[in-house]
């Protein structure tokens, strides 16, 4: 039978993968290879999961064989093994469309790489992983990403360069990509995700529909479609009080303790606590640093008669 006389995608793609796993492969069928691939978008990804998929039925075997061999320095083959044999058993294993894709279900939970992506002569070379959802990732020279394949989410981490998903349909898992603090999310479509920057992102839809946010802000997400792209970057995150006014000092003239410990309890995450509220009825004259909240306190308990503590992280101004 002609590798093209049957019409199941699985079956092609399996039969392909162990005759270019095992040296069968001429620069004609090399060429034909190519071909088949191009014609649609949904073969190369196939052809993936048929060539992770052999290699898993392949250590499979080995390591049956090596559990039943006698221990030995240099053990043989497994019995009958050849290239040949697996290009007629990897075929009827895909028979029905569904066996390699469940083999990589059940084997291949982060991804596999496995074949550099073909483009023009001098071009940064690219590569393609296939994940166990049956997506298909396509790293740009250099890229990489981390996967967490969970019961409820897809998680992708691009940690630098770039990287195109063809993304797997499964509307009750989203798939995530993570740029640094930029999110784009699909259920099932083809979009290119870049670093940008330690924290930032650029999108590009190719087909479908993308929810792009940045941090927490996914209830102002954007809508991509096909055709659409949008570059975030949204800077490194600010400390807490990084937005509060912070003059270089304080200067009080009577001003109640309890008010001036309020004024550097605005601009500071470690607080001034008044143990006795008593005490903030005192009042207080002098210049103090705005990010020294320990040499208030210290000046307050002088002027109160009190003393200084510290509770939880807490400066506490007691009797």
């Keep these: 039978m002609s590798l093209d006389s049957t019409d199941d995608l699985e079956e092609q793609a399996a039969r392909w993968a162990a005759r270019s796993a095992h040296g069968e492969m001429t620069v004609e069928r090399n060429a034909e290879l190519e071909a088949w691939l191009a014609a649609d978008r949904h073969r190369r990804g196939a052809y993936l999961r048929a060539r992770a998929g052999l290699h898993a039925l392949e250590e499979a075997v080995i390591e049956q064989h090596a559990l039943h061999a006698p221990v030995n320095d240099n053990p043989p083959a497994p019995s009958g093994w050849n290239a040949r044999k697996a290009t007629r058993w990897l075929p009827r294993l895909a028979i029905g469309g569904a066996a390699i894709a469940a083999c990589m279900t059940g084997l291949w939970v982060v991804g596999v790489p496995v074949l550099p992506g073909s483009g023009p002569a001098g071009a940064p070379a690219r590569h393609e992983m296939a994940l166990a959802d049956g997506s298909v990732v396509t790293l740009g020279a250099g890229s990489r990403v981390s996967v967490a394949m969970?019961?409820?989410?897809?998680?992708?981490?691009?940690?630098?360069?770039?990287?195109?998903?063809?993304?797997?349909?499964?509307?009750?898992?989203?798939?995530?990509?993570?740029?640094?603090?930029?999110?784009?999310?699909?259920?099932?479509?083809?979009?290119?995700?870049?670093?940008?920057?330690?924290?930032?992102?650029?999108?590009?839809?190719?087909?479908?529909?993308?929810?792009?946010?940045?941090?927490?802000?996914?209830?102002?997400?954007?809508?991509?479609?096909?055709?659409?792209?949008?570059?975030?970057?949204?800077?490194?995150?600010?400390?807490?009080?990084?937005?509060?006014?912070?003059?270089?000092?304080?200067?009080?003239?009577?001003?109640?303790?309890?008010?001036?410990?309020?004024?550097?309890?605005?601009?500071?995450?470690?607080?001034?606590?008044?143990?006795?509220?008593?005490?903030?009825?005192?009042?207080?004259?002098?210049?103090?640093?705005?990010?020294?909240?320990?040499?208030?306190?210290?000046?307050?308990?002088?002027?109160t008669g009190a003393r200084v503590t510290h509770r939880q992280g807490d400066i506490v101004i007691e009797k």
């Design 150 to 303: 969970e019961a409820g989410v897809r998680r992708i981490t691009l940690e630098n360069g770039e990287a195109t998903f063809h993304v797997a349909k499964d509307r009750a898992r989203p798939f995530i990509v993570r740029s640094g603090d930029v999110y784009a999310q699909a259920t099932g479509t083809i979009y290119t995700v870049r670093r940008l920057g330690a924290v930032g992102g650029a999108v590009s839809v190719a087909e479908g529909s993308v929810l792009v946010w940045a941090r927490d802000a996914q209830d102002r997400a954007v809508l991509l479609h096909a055709g659409g792209s949008l570059s975030l970057d949204p800077g490194a995150r600010e400390p807490a009080d990084a937005a509060l006014p912070r003059p270089a000092h304080f200067s009080f003239d009577n001003m109640s303790i309890a008010s001036a410990a309020a004024r550097f309890n605005q601009v500071n995450r470690t607080k001034i606590v008044l143990g006795d509220p008593a005490l903030g009825n005192t009042p207080i004259v002098g210049r103090f640093k705005t990010d020294d909240p320990e040499q208030f306190a210290r000046a307050a308990a002088a002027v």
